[in-house]
């Protein structure tokens, strides 16, 4: 079979049309929601970029793999130890290599590896293509690999090609020409009131309203759509459009690679995946333009699974997690199962409405702060263990059911 695995980077579920979102921001994404499952509850159990795609890949929760942070030695996967054999069983056991164990040709078009020097997510692959500009591209730059890829392989037998977008990760880099299909929408419901906005330019630390690039309010020209704070209600709005126009142009370029599918008569016998590593801030917990907490923004992802065979339009409510993908994928390809994942298969809720979800789940952020929440029944529970100079409460309650504030 033939496998589209789509990777949108710092996609929040709650910007898309097929999870509620009032802004058309994903009609693409949204067609391929209704021929497939749409999971409601899919969280990275460790954020952000590098910590979560470890998990992902690896099958296993950060403070086991060692991938829990952006630099230092929490950057670096640990050891295999002495048990190591010729090859790390690691990367024999990945989620790529899952698809060549099932006899699928796999190849990947992205510039995270090098970004993170996270070499390891290379094992499995048979072709990589890496634009080059680590993570700062925009999608025009990546959609032509994509593209020739499928018109060379696409009528082939047997492929898995993963797809890796960046547009709606800082800063917002859109192209100028794509305009702004949002400029004449107000933000009159959102839960960001004029009170709650003082509260934020009284934050303190990174990426807070008052100094959105990390420590100053710098601007860039190559970024115009990124601002350097949030002082009023105008700026406020940017900062969503900024977002929101890096979600619309990332699903613009997506539903080119499906128009492709559809052209080489392959969509229809295509399984596609469509999901992301992380969410993001967008003035929870006074963070802007930044996934840097372990609450739902920053760590509630997308997953949509067009399957053959597969339920349509259907929803998923279960808790779960990213890492839960791998064993998933092993049930689906008939494929052993290594001992060390920590994933849970949720197979049977692709096919069927069964309850395939965790009671609870634990999250994790260690790059920006250091931070631990449980998500239970209606609640999220957030410990902080280093601020990250935000001067959180060390322990925080919410309600699941409702936005993290």
């Known amino acids: 079979m033939n496998v589209l695995m789509i990777d949108i980077d710092t996609l929040r579920p709650d910007h898309m049309g097929c999870y509620g979102y009032r802004r058309n ?37 950060g403070i086991k793999n060692g991938v ?15 048990e190591r054999g010729f090859r790390d069983s690691r990367d024999e056991w990945n989620f790529h290599n899952i698809f060549r164990r099932a006899g699928l ?65 800082t800063p917002y880099r859109a192209p100028e020409s794509f305009g702004n299909p949002f400029e004449k929408d107000e933000l009159d419901d959102l839960w960001i009131t004029d009170e709650v906005l003082e509260t934020h330019i009284k934050h303190v630390g990174p990426h807070s309203a008052s100094e959105i690039n990390m420590w100053n309010d710098n601007t860039f020209d190559r970024y115009p759509r990124h601002p350097g704070h949030v002082q009023n209600r105008e700026e406020l709005k940017k900062i969503f459009d900024g977002y929101d126009c890096g979600v619309a142009y990332a699903d613009y ?13 392959i969509y229809e016998d295509t399984a596609i995946i469509i999901t992301a590593d992380h969410g993001e801030n967008l003035g929870e917990l006074g963070l802007y333009a930044e996934h840097g907490t372990a609450d739902k923004p920053c760590c509630n ?12 339009n259907a929803q998923d409510s279960g808790l779960h997690y990213s890492l839960d993908l791998l064993p998933t994928i092993a049930e689906l390809l ?9 994933g849970k298969s949720f197979r049977e809720s692709i096919f069927s409405d069964a309850d395939t979800g965790r009671e609870s789940l634990v999250l ?19 410990r902080s263990y280093h601020d990250g100079f935000h001067l959180f409460d060390n322990e925080m309650l919410f309600r699941a059911v409702s936005e993290t504030r």
């Open 25 to 61: 921001t994903t009609p693409n994404i949204d067609e391929v929601a209704r021929e497939g499952v749409r999971f409601q509850n899919m969280f990275c159990s460790d954020a952000p970029c590098l910590p979560s795609r470890a998990s992902l890949l690896s099958g296993m929760f």
């Open 68 to 82: 829990v942070g952006h630099g230092g030695t929490a950057a670096d996967r640990f050891r295999g130890g002495p």
């Open 364 to 382: 994790s952020q260690m790059a920006h702060v250091c931070q631990r929440s449980a998500r239970f029944g209606d609640w999220l529970y957030i």
């Open 253 to 265: 370029l997506v539903g080119q690679i499906f128009q492709r599918l559809k052209a080489l008569d």
């Open 301 to 312: 992802i997308p997953l949509i699974i067009k399957w053959p065979g597969g339920r349509r």
């Open 334 to 342: 008939d494929v052993e199962k290594a001992e060390h994942w920590d």
């Open 105 to 169: 040709y796999t190849a990947s078009v992205s510039t995270f590896p090098e970004r993170h020097s996270a070499w390891w997510f290379d094992a499995g692959l048979n072709e990589i293509f890496n634009q080059g500009e680590c993570g700062l591209e925009s999608g025009e730059k990546v959609l032509p690999y994509a593209l020739d890829w499928l018109d060379k392989n696409g009528t082939k037998k047997d492929w898995f090609l993963h797809v890796h977008f960046w547009d709606p990760h």
